[in-house]
């Protein structure tokens, strides 16, 4: 419970001082006093962490570098794509004037991608490796959020510039999550794939805090202006470009269990010799 109270404070301590940053004033003594309460409260999560029997992140996990450089990937992309699942909206609602239900309807093609990449990842994964999925993720990624921060104007135009950008960080989404995802847990010892697969998620949850919290600091508070939001998308790109750049030392990683098959199926069949007695039975 304390390791949970360490890490739920220090992130949001961490939050706090980035979004309130820029009206306090970055070297204000309430933002300075919001990073180092967040960092410190951190570095006794990871004191804890190293020293309780049960932590809450089983930090000797990182030992395996296939999950430590997949939960270092999925915390960078995840900074950058829930900060573009936020930044759509709000741009066009807010630049572009269209209505929630409109902007919904905009954005849902990203997802739709999202859901078939990942399925095609899944299939180049089992032959290639993670590696031929996370890697241009990352960059197709970062190129549709080059699109919006270059191509997007306050003129509406969606067919030209919005559905091409969002087509192709949707892609992006779903390749390298399905990458990232495959490369945290390939490598884990059986007893460890839920607790790897736990701390992998709680990384990508991690980035959206982070992801969200910077969006809001670069929008400020009041109605944000298009050169905001080109910022934004900006720094969305250099997340996944560097998620990309990590997915490069993946390799291609075994599963240390090998796949089911039938004839590692165990048999219902009586063997021959147990035959007599389970018919007397």
């Not at 220090?10 to 939050?15: D, F, K, M």
């Not at 309130?20 to 962490?49: E, I, Q, T």
């Not at 049960?54 to 395996?64: A, D, G, K, M, T």
């Not at 959206?208 to 998308?233: H, K, M, N, T, W």
Request: hydrophobic share 55%.
């Amino acid at each position: 419970m304390l390791g949970i109270v360490l890490l739920t404070a220090g992130v949001g301590l961490l939050a706090l001082g980035i979004v309130r940053a820029p009206s306090w004033g970055w070297g204000s003594p309430r933002a300075l006093g919001a990073f180092a309460g967040g960092l410190a409260l951190l570095a006794a999560f990871v004191w804890r962490s190293l020293r309780h029997a049960h932590p809450v992140l089983e930090l000797s996990l990182f030992r395996v570098r296939s999950f430590a450089v997949a939960c270092a990937g999925l915390f960078l992309f995840s900074l950058g794509f829930y900060a573009v699942l936020l930044a759509n909206i709000l741009f066009l609602t807010g630049v572009w004037g269209y209505s929630t239900l409109h902007a919904g309807i905009a954005v849902t093609p990203g997802p739709l991608m999202a859901a078939l990449s990942s399925a095609l990842a899944g299939r180049a994964i089992d032959r290639f490796g993670q590696r031929v999925a996370a890697v241009p993720g990352g960059l197709l990624f970062a190129l549709g959020c080059v699109l919006f921060a270059t191509g997007l104007d306050s003129s509406p135009a969606y067919a030209a510039h919005f559905l091409p950008a969002t087509l192709l960080t949707g892609t992006g989404v779903g390749l390298s999550f399905a990458g990232f995802s495959s490369a945290a847990v390939a490598k884990l010892p059986p007893a460890r794939f839920a607790t790897g697969s736990a701390i992998s998620s709680c990384f990508r949850q991690l980035g959206a805090v982070r992801g969200i919290s910077v969006l809001i600091a670069v929008l400020g508070a009041g109605p944000a202006e298009l050169a905001d939001f080109q910022r934004a998308y900006w720094l969305m790109a250099l997340c996944g470009a560097s998620a990309g750049l990590i997915a490069l030392s993946l390799g291609r990683i075994r599963a240390t269990v090998p796949a089911w098959t039938s004839k590692s199926a165990p048999s219902t069949t009586p063997s021959p010799e147990r035959a007599p007695s389970a018919a007397r039975g």
